[in-house]
DNA sequence: TGTACATCAGTGAACGCGCGTTCACTGATGTAC
DNA sequence: TGTACATCAGTGAACGCGCGTTCACTGATGTAC
């Protein structure tokens, strides 16, 4: 019963579903995720339209399929990074540098991937539960690093009123009290300002200005990790 | 030769183009851009198909028509709130947030708007060059705001290093050699940051977790804005 | 080891659909004398 | 003011296309005795 213990049938059925998704990807980095055609699929891979219904139900199964790789393959990005900094010694500023460029080296490899994510929301589409969960996965790995990188409490009073804010509003972490909420501001200044460069640089509305995309997210990567501990 | 000066003819002919691209918009709100059909708008007109032809040349140039009027809306609305807080005697930080806020109404108003400029990229697809320079004169009220602010020169090593990258890659600025390095610096991060913050609330990644979008983007405002001379 | 049966991958034809776009045409509106 | 002509909005038929999906079927692979 362990995940090798496969029939030769379920090991071929796997691996033509796998053949499919990469099909998949090389449509949508081409013309987009609105335009993926299964029948378009299937020419390639050199079999007829209705072939494929023997591996996915539908358009939209195989679509959910590619969201939830997108996602575990950032949440699995995000956990290598984190590992590969805690064996180097890492922590602190450097430990949140590493997820930054992790992340952001992950985004440059197949930006259609990223953009399936954090791009456009189809309307009308609602992600399974089991997909918020990977998502919630990525997130406390983010957080276990802004934790440990001892943030300090907001000096200002507006960022002390955000903080009782957040200390509402903590559903999002998961029960952990070791996380305080200096550790939430830190997370959600991380997703949401390294989202911003990227997602700008992935468009392309940088090139167009003549500006290096590498720089302008080491230098939100500084404001978020510099002169924290570790 | 004035605007004024139109026979009725290119006055009615004016007014469909305005009701086909309404229509567009409300399509594009139920089921994205990529499902934008012009048949169906033809259908919602109570016209035929082959009449928007008289209109619009094809469908791409009714898509780059409604890009090009929303980089105008949202040109507009910055120019508007810049004016409304200069005359409210504000200038600095106060001016800055309020050109932020503008942008989240903006955009909250309409978010389909919002990512048709800034969402998914569409393969293939290139701007015109009057649109980029729409573009360009939103930044322009921008920076006129950040170097009214009279942002100080980073402190850090890093920070400099990152003025003296900009010092060399000023195009996108255009000739203005009074906005100086750091307020290029800090128009670069109200842009980065308000859309990050910004395109994560439309795009629903907040809800989900039970946070409330307008604190986060007020807590980004504040980081722009604080503290600046006004 | 051989036979009988069940499982399942893949095919080809078909359904209904909507798309963008062209074309020749009708009929109303505007213009010139 | 009236007539002749040009302009132009809009129609309906048609073209070719590709889509997702279903269905009844063939043939190969695996399983049980």
New binding site residues.
Partial sequence: MTADAK???ER??QQ?REEVKQRAWEQIAGSGASA?????IAKQL??????L???FA???ELITELIRDAYRGLADAFTAAADASAVAGEAGGPRIAALARAMRGWALADPHRYFLIYGTPVPGYHAPQDITEIAGEMMSVLLDACAAAGPEPAASPEGAAFEGHLAERRAWAGDRPDVREPALRLALAFWSRLHGVLSLELAGHFTGMGLDPARLFEAEVHTLSAGRAG
Same sequence: chains 1, 2.
Avoid: I, K
């Fill in positions: 029939t030769p049938r071929y059925r033509v993926l055609s299964l029948n378009a050199g079999m007829s339209g209705p072939a219904y023997r591996y539908n358009r939209d």
